[in-house]
């Protein structure tokens, strides 16, 4: 095996002194390395967004909900004030909702009211914020579903109410909501009644994975827990899939380095066909023979893969340190377009650059390995 490596590293330096077989295997591996490059700067590209995604949602969403698992109201007892004692790094909201439409520029806006134990504030969300035209400060006009008798007849309730909060939106997020303190929400709703809803939400955002499996044991029977991954589970699956199906189209590009290497396998098979005879006359079995021009194919492939990934994490990690892609304001959860170079990725990339590589030299490694030794020597 050692004397296969040794020829294969002396043909490689040989194709230096063959100028059409140099440059084909120089475009070789070139083209394994901008696979590869382009591989690692769209996989760090994706990964950047996806992370600051995943961060925003464990900064701003709910990490774990209770629901009630019949009814449309929780159980009562003690057990909210136990998990509360139990969880101090937990934040605990009972919430009690019910649906409005809110009215303000001329504009009105199916939403969820969401009244919230102890909140001194009025909030909207970013869809409530962005569509009636508020900002802290404005006035939105709330209606209900509920009547009250007014000498025109029956009506719905209204209440105006000033704007404190435009709540950080998740990605995603198409509903409405306005939420109000317990005082605000009387005439909408009796807020004497058991919650509707629990949010949970852990103190430090990098915990938000975990809040489900923490208080699953401090709940009573006829309770549902919901966690962040279900909370958030359509999102986080077209992330996958997004990243899965883009990482596949650019890998690609991988299959077409490929093609070419196998071309100049193909070239290098035909240039060494007397340099093969003479090895297999001289008792070099077809198994060495077919293991020397893999050995071949892998060295180009492999150097470049590695080349590629090198200059593919450098440039993602330069593109993102320095912040050179600026994004619009307002627009992206981000101010520039993020790159986060991962080890798993770097880890995919040269394991695809090797199988490519591999798979490439199969075919004509084989045709090589059974090449007649006359047929090899007839014309030389």
């Known amino acids: 095996m050692t004397a296969v490596l040794l020829l294969a590293h002396r043909w490689l330096l040989a194709l230096r002194r063959r100028t ?6 120089a475009i070789s591996m070139v083209a394994m390395a901008l696979g590869a490059a382009a591989l690692v700067v769209t996989l760090a590209l994706l990964e950047g967004f996806q992370h ?35 969880h101090p790094q937990l934040e605990v909201e009972e919430i009690r909702s019910t649906a409005v439409w809110c009215m303000a520029n001329g504009v009105a806006l199916p939403a969820e009211l969401e009244v919230v134990a102890g909140l001194p504030r009025v909030e909207v969300n970013p869809v409530v914020a962005a569509r009636l035209g508020l900002s802290p400060g404005s006035e939105v006009v709330v209606a209900s579903s509920r009547l009250v008798l007014t000498p ?40 004497g009644r058991g919650p509707q809803a629990v949010a949970l939400r852990a103190r430090e955002a990098k915990e938000a994975w975990g809040v489900a499996s923490i208080v699953q044991e401090d709940v009573p029977e006829g309770v549902v827990v919901q966690s962040f991954q279900e909370l958030n589970r359509p999102l986080l699956a077209a992330l996958a899939l997004e990243r899965t199906m883009i990482g596949f189209a650019v890998a690609l590009v991988m299959v077409v380095a490929a093609l070419n290497l196998l071309c100049n396998l193909a070239l290098v098979a035909a240039e060494k066909r007397a340099d093969v005879a003479l090895l297999a006359a001289m008792g070099l079995s077809g198994r060495a023979i077919f293991r020397l021009f893999v050995s071949v194919g892998a060295g180009v492939g492999v150097l470049g893969g590695v080349l590629g990934t090198a200059a ?3 440039l993602a990690f330069l593109l993102d340190r320095t912040q050179a892609l600026p994004l619009p304001r307002g627009v992206f959860v981000v101010s520039h377009v993020p790159f986060r170079v991962q080890g798993e990725a770097i880890a995919v990339v040269l394991a695809i650059s090797l199988a490519a590589a591999l798979l490439a ?5 084989r045709a090589a390995a059974r090449r ?3 047929q090899g020597l007839r014309y030389e």
Request: charged residues 25%; aromatic residues 2%; glycine residues 14%.
């Open 152 to 191: 025109l007849g029956p009506l719905p309730l209204r209440r105006r109410l000033r704007v404190d909060v435009v709540r950080e939106g998740r990605p995603g997020e198409e509903r409405g909501v306005v939420r109000v303190g317990e005082g605000l929400a009387q005439a909408f709703l009796d807020v």
């Open 372 to 374: 007649d030794v006359l």
């Open 20 to 25: 059409h077989v140099a440059t084909v295997s």
């Open 52 to 86: 600051a995604i995943r961060g925003q949602l464990e900064r701003g969403g709910v990490h774990a909900r209770l629901l009630p698992a019949r009814g449309s109201e929780l159980p009562e007892g003690e057990w909210l004030a136990a998990l509360r004692q139990r």
């Open 361 to 365: 030299s199969l075919a004509p490694a």
């Open 312 to 314: 593919g994490a450098v």
